[in-house]
């Protein structure tokens, strides 16, 4: 058993005359911590629907306006009876 604890005593003995345990090594630096923006989801624009446009149909004829009030009668003259007018500003699509 003394041969054993010499061996132990001689190899601690060897590590001392070595220059003692092997030295640590310091940590690596660490690298430091940098801010980064992380992009935010961008709204994807909506289509916007164009109004179309609404043709109004082209009156076909001749049309007729005055420039005075005027009275329709069933024949030339007050004595016959009135059966329409037309007031100025108004139009009306001439037949015949």
Do not use: H, N, W
Not at 34 to 50: E, G, K, R
């Amino acid at each position: 058993m003394l041969t054993a604890v010499a061996g132990v005593a001689a190899t601690l003995t060897q590590a001392a005359i070595q220059g003692g345990p092997a030295p640590t090594q310091p940590p690596p630096p660490q690298p430091e911590a940098t801010m980064t923006s992380t992009p935010l989801p961008t709204l994807t624009p909506t289509v916007t629907l164009t109004p179309t446009v609404t043709l109004t149909p082209t009156p076909e004829g001749a049309f007729l306006s005055v420039s005075t009030e005027t009275k329709c009668r069933l024949g030339p003259g007050k004595a016959y009876d009135q059966v329409g007018g037309l007031a100025v500003g108004k139009t009306v699509q001439v037949f015949g």
